[in-house]
């Protein structure tokens, strides 16, 4: 009888459970000491599948046996000795698969094998980061077939409980350790003697690597697990920009080296927007310098030193001069006057209105100018809206590709001016953008701009009812053509007219049937994700890469790209923004009016608050991360209680007078953010 078989799982839960009962855990440490050998195949064949047991298996292991066996570890990992005895032997078993690395007779025991002990909580505290930087060499110096095996059993998984299992003990030693990608290496917290390598750090993101990939199912239908399980918070600021910096030289020479930015599932979207807005303050700052040092050697060429050096703001900033009557029009030929200087600081002026913009300005250009495109009702409209209006697209009967392309640079310019716009894409478009993610690197006339794989769940994203009646059309058992009546072709309701569009030649004469369901499922799919409004996404893609064309771009997900342009969205929480509020010129979080302040606007409507976020911010969203990344002040102004607030923008700052009630407070604030369009309002 085969080890597997002989232990019996059931008693072993019953010995644990009789353990926490008396608080005794000597017989389970017994039992660990009995059964848990050192040897790898015995281990694998703790967890091997018994015949004819209905238990969910993925290749040859059990895996409720793993999660019973992780659950009792890690219940039991301080009250008794059952950890150290099952590392030590992972240990010793390590060193024996080491040995048998040549020959290929166990190649998929040793998957298994992995598979089994990553699953186990045995590398929680720094103590076993040694044996655990073993055990990820040896994951990523085993022979393919293994590493396939490997990656096989980990596609099989289809509960978000085992990648919480597996990833955040990996997660955790690269987010310790990661310090020593800046050093030959770092003395590890368990041992004088016991050093973690930068080779430690790659092996263990390497391993994080593949069980990202191979979990992207998994994660995709449970978005934040990402950030909880592979976010390492310690790769920001300075380590992070040191890592890019390299990353981006060395891309431009060919040099192979480990860097975080090869892993940018490890790097949170805060920290790849604050890296995005480092990088494009960097290229500013640099524009202006390269200006200043052109006019200074013009002037040393004609002997005339400093005299006669002057300065034209023109090349410095993107200057854009707009009626508010011809916004589109005047944004557009501000845009196409300047679309080889858009990277320079932007700065926007009203005509007829005074004000100098330090970014107050910029936030309401964009802000207006955004509403007059994405408009359903506008002239300038350039897109279409599902049924309930939440998301929009690009109008593939729009002919004017010039506003398409000022579309794009409305976005690339947000991102590159660390702007958020109030604005609902859906995620695909994102993907689009991203594809590829650097303009300046693919062939404008050959290359394809724009074109993902076309799948359900991006359908599902923005037009749930049609992916669930695709989905009902794949499974369908009845007769398709009896109870479906489709034909090959598309109807896209532009904006009140309905236009029918033809999936293959003479679609409208092909009926969908059981035998060409899935050709007609693949077309739409194509049609609505790549085809359709396909001009208009090219001049919308031109637009945005001309303005932001930055590197960083190839570090973001499509859903980081959309949360850094489109920020958070969800309902205001007033307790967050009032914990992350500072305060100047006598004001305190104990001040009667900063209390009376806070509880008026808790007590807002909805649209009232999303209102007041306009007002303050320009925008009625904050960034990804929340109000601690946004800074936001209350100044008191020794005002006539009369007097309504003052909100400045460009420094998201409220100019709060002393205020005699709540009652006053309220309606003052009220009237100040329903009348706030306009510098001279401010």
């Given at each position: 009888?085969e080890l597997g078989d002989s232990?019996?799982?059931?008693?072993?839960?019953?010995?644990?459970?009789?353990?926490?009962?008396?608080?005794?855990?000597?017989?389970?440490?017994?039992?660990?000491?009995?059964?848990?050998?050192?040897?790898?195949?015995?281990?694998?064949?703790?967890?091997?599948?018994?015949?004819?047991?209905?238990?969910?298996?993925?290749?040859?292991?059990?895996?409720?046996?793993?999660?019973?066996?992780?659950?009792?570890?890690?219940?039991?990992?301080?009250r008794s000795a059952t950890h150290?005895?099952?590392?030590?032997?992972?240990?010793?078993?390590?060193?024996?698969?080491?040995?048998?690395?040549?020959?290929?007779?166990?190649?998929?025991?040793?998957?298994?094998?992995?598979?089994?002990?990553?699953?186990?909580?045995?590398?929680?505290?720094?103590?076993?980061?040694?044996?655990?930087?073993?055990?990820?060499?040896?994951?990523?110096?085993?022979?393919?077939?293994?590493?396939?095996?490997?990656?096989?059993?980990?596609?099989?998984?289809?509960?978000?409980?085992?990648?919480?299992?597996?990833?955040?003990?990996?997660?955790?030693?690269?987010?310790?350790?990661?310090?020593?990608?800046?050093?030959?290496?770092?003395?590890?917290?368990?041992?004088?003697?016991?050093?973690?390598?930068?080779?430690?750090?790659?092996?263990?993101?390497?391993?994080?690597?593949?069980?990202?990939?191979?979990?992207?199912?998994?994660?995709?239908?449970?978005?934040?697990?990402?950030?909880?399980?592979?976010?390492?918070?310690?790769?920001?600021?300075?380590?992070?920009?040191?890592?890019?910096?390299?990353?981006?030289?060395?891309?431009?020479?060919?040099?192979?080296?480990?860097?975080?930015?090869?892993?940018?599932?490890?790097?949170?979207?805060?920290?790849?927007?604050?890296?995005?807005?480092?990088?494009?303050?960097?290229?500013?700052?640099?524009?202006?310098?390269?200006?200043?040092?052109?006019?200074?050697?013009?002037?040393?060429?004609?002997?005339?030193?400093?005299?006669?050096?002057?300065?034209?703001?023109?090349?410095?900033?993107?200057?854009?001069?707009?009626?508010?009557?011809?916004?589109?029009?005047?944004?557009?030929?501000?845009?196409?006057?300047?679309?080889?200087?858009?990277?320079?600081?932007?700065?926007?002026?009203?005509?007829?209105?005074?004000?100098?913009?330090?970014?107050?300005?910029?936030?309401?250009?964009?802000?207006?100018?955004?509403?007059?495109?994405?408009?359903?009702?506008?002239?300038?409209?350039?897109?279409?809206?599902?049924?309930?209006?939440?998301?929009?697209?690009?109008?593939?009967?729009?002919?004017?590709?010039?506003?398409?392309?000022?579309?794009?640079?409305?976005?690339?310019?947000?991102?590159?001016?660390?702007?958020?716009?109030?604005?609902?894409?859906?995620?695909?478009?994102?993907?689009?953008?991203?594809?590829?993610?650097?303009?300046?690197?693919?062939?404008?006339?050959?290359?394809?701009?724009?074109?993902?794989?076309?799948?359900?769940?991006?359908?599902?994203?923005?037009?749930?009812?049609?992916?669930?009646?695709?989905?009902?059309?794949?499974?369908?058992?009845?007769?398709?053509?009896?109870?479906?009546?489709?034909?090959?072709?598309?109807?896209?309701?532009?904006?009140?007219?309905?236009?029918?569009?033809?999936?293959?030649?003479?679609?409208?004469?092909?009926?969908?049937?059981?035998?060409?369901r899935k050709d007609y499922v693949?077309?739409?799919?194509?049609?609505?994700?790549?085809?359709?409004?396909?001009?208009?996404?090219?001049?919308?893609?031109?637009?945005?890469?001309?303005?932001?064309?930055?590197?960083?771009?190839?570090?973001?997900?499509?859903?980081?790209?959309?949360?850094?342009?489109?920020?958070?969205?969800?309902?205001?929480?007033?307790?967050?923004?009032?914990?992350?509020?500072?305060?100047?010129?006598?004001?305190?979080?104990?001040?009667?009016?900063?209390?009376?302040?806070?509880?008026?606007?808790?007590?807002?409507?909805?649209?009232?608050?999303?209102?007041?976020?306009?007002?303050?911010?320009?925008?009625?969203?904050?960034?990804?991360?929340?109000?601690?990344?946004?800074?936001?002040?209350?100044?008191?102004?020794?005002?006539?209680?009369?007097?309504?607030?003052?909100?400045?923008?460009?420094?998201?700052?409220?100019?709060?007078?002393?205020?005699?009630?709540?009652?006053?407070?309220?309606?003052?604030?009220?009237?100040?953010?329903?009348?706030?369009?306009?510098?001279?309002?401010?």
């Open positions: 009888m232990v019996d799982f059931t008693f072993l839960r019953r010995l644990f459970k009789q353990c926490v009962k008396k608080d005794d855990y000597k017989g389970l440490e017994k039992w660990f000491k009995d059964n848990f050998v050192d040897d790898f195949t015995q281990i694998n064949q703790l967890f091997s599948v018994k015949k004819e047991a209905d238990n969910p298996e993925i290749g040859d292991i059990d895996v409720s046996r793993v999660y019973m066996m992780s659950e009792i570890l890690h219940r039991s990992k301080d150290q005895i099952v590392l030590d032997r992972i240990n010793s078993a390590i060193l024996k698969v080491s040995i048998s690395q040549n020959g290929n007779t166990f190649d998929g025991a040793k998957a298994s094998f992995y598979f089994v002990v990553l699953h186990l909580p045995l590398f929680i505290q720094p103590s076993s980061f040694p044996v655990l930087a073993k055990f990820l060499e040896l994951i990523t110096r085993s022979p393919r077939l293994v590493q396939s095996n490997f990656r096989a059993m980990l596609q099989k998984v289809k509960v978000p409980d085992s990648v919480r299992m597996i990833a955040p003990q990996i997660r955790n030693f690269v987010n310790l350790n990661v310090k020593a990608t800046s050093s030959s290496d770092v003395p590890c917290s368990s041992s004088g003697n016991a050093k973690i390598s930068i080779a430690d750090v790659e092996n263990a993101s390497q391993v994080l690597q593949t069980i990202f990939t191979c979990s992207s199912k998994i994660l995709n239908e449970n978005p934040d697990l990402c950030q909880t399980l592979f976010v390492c918070t310690q790769i920001e600021g300075e380590l992070l920009m040191s890592h890019f910096s390299s990353w981006a030289a060395r891309n431009r020479a060919s040099q192979q080296s480990f860097n975080l930015c090869d892993y940018t599932f490890l790097i949170s979207a805060v920290e790849k927007r604050k890296l995005m807005a480092l990088v494009s303050e960097q290229e500013m700052v640099n524009i202006a310098k390269g200006y200043f040092t052109d006019k200074v050697k013009a002037c040393r060429g004609k002997g005339a030193g400093q005299q006669g050096f002057e300065v034209s703001l023109k090349d410095i900033f993107l200057e854009v001069k707009v009626r508010r009557s011809h916004l589109v029009e005047d944004s557009l030929k501000a845009i196409k006057e300047n679309r080889d200087h858009l990277r320079r600081k932007l700065r926007v002026a009203f005509e007829g209105e005074q004000g100098i913009d330090l970014g107050g300005l910029a936030k309401e250009w964009f802000m207006l100018l955004i509403r007059d495109l994405t408009d359903l009702e506008s002239k300038d409209s350039v897109v279409v809206s599902d049924e309930d209006k939440v998301y929009c697209w690009l109008n593939g009967a729009n002919k004017n590709l010039e506003a398409c392309y000022l579309f794009g640079c409305l976005l690339g310019l947000a991102i590159h001016n660390s702007v958020i716009l109030a604005i609902n894409m859906p995620l695909f478009y994102f993907k689009k953008l991203l594809s590829p993610a650097v303009y300046r690197e693919c062939n404008p006339e050959t290359s394809v701009i724009g074109s993902i794989d076309a799948s359900l769940d991006d359908l599902l994203d923005f037009q749930p009812q049609v992916a669930k009646s695709l989905k009902s059309l794949l499974e369908h058992d009845g007769d398709v053509e009896h109870d479906f009546c489709l034909n090959f072709t598309a109807n896209v309701n532009e904006n009140g007219k309905v236009s029918t569009y033809s999936l293959k030649s003479n679609g409208a004469d092909i009926s969908v049937t059981n035998q060409n693949s077309r739409y799919l194509e049609f609505t994700l790549n085809r359709y409004a396909e001009k208009q996404f090219r001049s919308f893609y031109k637009g945005f890469h001309h303005a932001c064309d930055s590197p960083v771009l190839r570090l973001l997900t499509p859903s980081d790209l959309q949360r850094i342009i489109c920020g958070q969205s969800s309902k205001l929480d007033c307790r967050e923004m009032r914990r992350n509020c500072k305060y100047e010129g006598g004001f305190s979080d104990a001040d009667k009016t900063i209390d009376m302040f806070w509880n008026v606007l808790e007590g807002l409507k909805d649209e009232e608050q999303k209102m007041f976020l306009v007002f303050l911010t320009g925008c009625n969203r904050v960034p990804i991360g929340g109000f601690k990344h946004l800074k936001f002040v209350i100044k008191r102004v020794s005002m006539d209680p009369n007097c309504l607030p003052v909100a400045h923008t460009c420094f998201n700052e409220l100019q709060l007078p002393p205020y005699p009630d709540p009652e006053t407070l309220k309606v003052k604030l009220l009237m100040a953010i329903e009348n706030c369009q306009g510098y001279g309002l401010e």
